[in-house]
């Protein structure tokens, strides 16, 4: 189609006429379709405190600074408990999550008609929901604290490690897995030393990358009522002291660079 | 002794790549499976240890009906029957040695494996057949460090393990330079003699089937054309199984001797 001849000439361009003219006019309709909606949410906002906004951010900055580095001291507690909690929050997930990846994985999942639903059903219905969500949930369950926070990170990521696992198990060499299978090998054992080695870069990729996350999840946990050091923020918010919150920001800053370079050295000492 | 009765193979997708097979395999014979892309020679020999499931016919190996067994029975006789991959199919993850001791499993509980606590009678035989193929100095490398003869070596030793009574070799050469080829092949006719195994070999090497194997059948959609000698082989064969062309040359005699000399030297210095 896009070849016509101009006398001896064969002209090749990437679309042709009537191609090119439907993605022109798709353009047109998307950017139709954006002014429409920017004009919407212009008329709704109410613009004076959009041009004070600066004026309001530099006041809070000024007071939160000097940050208040004295209030450290009652930090490194509910600092730790926020590390616990994803940590145990992650190891609690990889658990449940590991064998929910293999029932979902098509090549592994010993009944594709009923355990495979229902291990995909699993995966959406945790992976949905937000963490401060199922936190919130959880808190009113089993009460406030720190086990309502590290069950809430477990159940958030449930979903991701069984998801990203099963697509894992699910790429891997067939090959090496009927060399095991014409040995005369188990399941299991087809399981343990075909599938398993394949998947373990992957594996502890997305593990040390769903604690990252978490690490980051479970600093707001407390907004809820869910322990560590979201509880202290929140407390700090409602009675405006600023430099208190100056200083957990910070924290929490220092606490995410470390948990990240951490995941990536993991990573790459593994692939 | 195996013996393939009227073998058949319809895939799902209509085509019969196997048309009523029959093929009778004495202890202790080399036979090479030639034909073009598409015969069938890879489904029949995965037909055997039923890796593919054969959709009529019956194969029995010393006397076991392979055909009718249940899913427990046919692990058992898998183990009975080595097989070496074109892609050589290693677990690339694992050690050597993790790799040759897979050729065990069949023999083994799934913990015991699991944890590789492998007999030491199997350990001392891995030994054995790794100083047989040349490889004995590094048991210890991962899989994916090795070059495609010497995976290939591994592969064949994890068939050898097995104890087999029958070795089932898919284009054991096809991703390997020429000369390499003609050590591998080289070395597993060496070794069904010395150990009076029956094995089939499909090739896609004519000279090289001609080298190394005494007896060869062609197949050309789904049916055999051709059983006999290698030095039976003549255009007009050729032409019956792979269709019109000049086979002169492919069926040119090799002067066998002269290759070993050169060949010794250079296993030692590819070691």
Known sequence: ?271 | MLQLKNLGKRYKTGDDALKGVNLEIPDGQLVGLIGPSGAGKSTLIRCVNRLVEPTTGTVTLNNIEVTSLSAGGLRKERRKMGMIFQEYALVDRLTIMENVMSGRLGYMGFWKSFFRKYPQADIDEAFRLLERVGLDHMVDKRADELSGGQKQRVGIARALIQDPEVILIDEPTASLDPKTSRQIMRLISELCRERNLSAIVNIHDVALAQMFVERIVGLQMGEIVFDGAPDELTPDVLTKIYGEEDWEATIDEVDEDEDITIDEKSVEASI
């Open chain 1, 1 to 271: 189609m896009p070849v016509t001849t101009k006398g001896d000439l064969k002209v090749w361009q990437r679309r042709d006429r009537a191609k090119q003219f439907k993605i022109w006019f798709a353009w047109l309709i998307g950017v139709a379709i954006f002014m429409f909606c920017w004009e919407i949410i212009s008329d709704k906002t109410t613009w004076f405190f959009v041009f004070d906004a600066p004026r309001i951010a530099a006041d809070i900055g000024g007071r939160a600074w000097p940050p208040r580095w004295s209030y450290l001291s009652e930090l490194w507690k509910p600092m730790w408990d926020t590390i616990n909690i994803a940590t145990l929050g992650t190891l609690l997930a990889i658990i449940m999550g590991v064998p929910v990846a293999f029932l979902a994985a098509t090549n592994t999942t010993p009944s594709k008609r009923f355990l495979r639903p229902l291990a995909l059903l699993i995966i959406v219905s945790t992976r949905s929901i937000n963490s401060l969500v199922w936190a919130l949930l959880l808190v009113s369950i089993i009460g406030p604290g720190i086990f309502a926070g590290t069950l809430a990170i477990a159940i958030r990521s449930i979903g991701f490690v069984a998801k990203l696992l099963y697509e894992a198990i699910e790429e891997t060499d067939i090959n090496q897995i009927e060399a095991i299978q014409a040995t005369g090998a188990s399941k299991l054992q087809v399981i343990a030393y075909g599938i398993v080695p394949q998947i373990m870069p992957a594996f502890a990729g997305l593990s040390v990358f769903r604690w990252d996350i978490n690490i980051r999840e479970s600093t707001i946990l407390g907004l809820v009522g869910a322990g560590g050091i979201g509880l202290y923020l929140s407390s700090s918010l409602n009675i405006l002291a600023w430099p208190q919150v100056a200083v957990i920001l910070i924290m929490i800053l220092v606490a995410v660079v470390i948990s990240e370079w951490v995941s990536s050295k993991v990573r790459l000492a593994i692939i």
